[in-house]
């Protein structure tokens, strides 16, 4: 029977490291994704016992592959074809920045006004007016 060919852009976008397929190809394009410190092309093929350093724009991945992902799954599907290796400084550092990450959410009372508290400042401002 013949061995399962795969391309190591598919196979990050299978096993959810990135949203498309495009971004793993670019992302080996630019160096990101590399095999014993030497970047690899999106083309090249993926062995099971294989160890990638691969930078995603969140962090940074060191990943052993254990199977073959040919199509997207479920997160919880995808995670059991790989074994995250990140070395434990890395995780530190990513759970640093998370804790001073904003979340984009407006504070309640603070910033930006929502859409009723807006048409209630233009009614107070201009009660004539009806948008």
């Given amino acids: 029977m013949e061995k399962e060919k795969l391309r190591i852009d598919k196979y990050l976008w299978a096993i959810r490291l990135f949203k498309t397929r495009s971004q793993a190809g670019d992302a080996c394009d630019k160096g990101r994704v590399k095999i014993g ?32 992902l040919l199509t997207r799954k479920a997160y919880t599907e995808a995670v059991l074809y790989y074994t995250d290796e990140t070395p434990e400084e890395e995780l530190a550092a990513i759970q640093f920045n998370a804790a001073s990450f904003q979340t984009g959410k407006r504070l309640s009372k603070i910033g930006r006004p929502t859409k009723k508290e807006r048409r209630d400042l233009g009614d107070f401002m201009d009660p004539g007016v009806k948008e």
């Avoid at 062995?47 to 990638?52: A, L, P, S, T």
Wanted: charged share 30%; glycine share 10%; no cysteine.
């Fill in 37 to 68: 410190g030497v970047p690899v092309k999106a083309s090249r093929m993926v062995v099971i016992g294989d160890v990638y350093e691969v930078k995603t724009e969140a962090r940074k991945w060191v990943v052993r592959v254990t199977g073959l």
